[in-house]
């Protein structure tokens, strides 16, 4: 456990998850997110002077934290925390209640607590925005890259996308690009020769790490509606994207801009300007939540739509559909066909 002063602020940030993979694959981007430089010295931990807001950073997908946690987080006065993981959204969150806030990424409308607040997932470390990726239209060698596993209805991504040349495609076998022989600065000088990056679901959830990172190399991010809604508007608010019903209607509007460079180059630059006004502004509204700011007092947009969604018994029916009945029968159905494929 570590934990570093936020310059400017009186806020501390924590780290409660062990050290590893959980707790440093986007830990820049956390860091960046709370605008702290990443060699800044640990300190060791000590009373709390002048009851300064604390913010706790753990990593958890099961259904309830471990013990030592929620101890901690009932003991603390003006503790807010930042969870991360949880695509499956099958976490408890009774606990979320002794805190005075939450950050966390994949929105669920289904929480109760007013004072929690979705953000981004967020880049693997390494990721974040590099000047030497090349902006230089005549550079792009690719139309679209991916590289990731291919499951669900990425194989109908790749089918609608293919006719679009030329493109970079890239199968593997485990997440974050594992088995491709790709490092983080390979995907960056990677990104950097592309305009677009098509951006399927991950295993249940429409956010994906491909989002941000892609972002942060000046690429335009290609998605398609979660149950004919924009999912990430509730995590980008007013976004850019290029957004599409299936991904043959994406391919129809990649094809646009290949048509007319012109557009292509403008659609660029304003992804790029949206994205840099968007982070100066999450970065203010995560300021204003830790002075205790309600979701109402926030600038940027998403937080809008997610006060709204959540009051919206269509959306909550989707989402309980997809993430309780869509995604139990897919457990259910992997716990059966190893039983029957012998059949």
């Known amino acids: 456990m570590t934990k570093s002063i936020i310059p400017g602020n009186v806020t501390q940030l924590i780290w409660k998850t062990e050290f590893g993979n959980q707790s440093t694959f986007e830990r820049q981007f956390i860091e960046d997110l709370f605008q702290i430089d990443g060699d800044t010295q640990t300190v060791i931990e000590k009373n709390n002077p002048n009851e300064m807001p604390i913010v706790a950073v753990y990593s958890s997908n099961k259904r309830t ?4 946690l929620s101890k901690y987080i009932e003991s603390q006065d003006n503790l807010f925390l930042v969870h991360l993981s949880n695509e499956s959204l099958l976490h408890s969150d009774s606990y979320y209640g002794f805190s005075k806030g939450v950050l966390r990424p994949y929105f669920n409308p289904g929480i109760k ?3 929690v607040f979705t ?3 967020g880049y693997q470390t390494g990721f974040k925005q590099n000047l030497a990726v090349n902006s230089d239209p005549n550079a792009k060698n690719y139309m679209w890259v991916f590289v990731g596993q291919l499951k669900s209805d990425r194989y109908k991504m790749v089918d609608a996308l293919s006719a679009l040349k030329p493109y970079f495609l890239k199968p593997t076998d485990q997440f974050g690009g594992g088995g491709s022989g790709f490092s983080v600065n390979n995907m960056i000088e990677l ?16 956010d994906t790490f491909r989002v941000m990172e892609c972002l942060e190399c000046g690429c335009i991010p290609v998605i398609v509606t979660f149950y004919r809604i924009d999912y990430f508007k509730y995590i980008y608010g007013d976004h850019p994207f290029i957004i599409g019903k299936n991904w043959k209607d994406v391919a129809s509007k990649i094809q646009f801009y290949m048509n007319n460079p012109k557009k292509m180059e ?12 968007y982070k100066i ?7 204003r939540i830790l002075t205790g700011a309600s979701i109402d007092e926030l600038e940027s947009r998403q937080f809008y739509y997610q006060k709204y969604a959540k009051k919206s018994l269509y959306i909550r029916l989707i989402f309980w559909f997809h993430f ?9 159905r992997s716990k059966i066909n190893p039983f029957t494929k012998h059949l």
């Open 65 to 68: 934290v471990d013990d030592s």
């Open 113 to 115: 607590y007013e004072n």
């Open 119 to 121: 953000i981004p997932l």
């Open 191 to 206: 990104y950097g020769s592309t305009n677009f990056v098509p951006c399927p679901s991950g295993n249940i959830n429409p």
């Open 266 to 277: 403008e659609k660029r630059n304003d992804v790029a300007l949206w994205y840099e006004n």
């Open 281 to 287: 502004s999450l970065k203010s509204d995560i300021r």
């Open 324 to 332: 309780r009945f869509v995604f139990m029968t897919r457990i259910l």
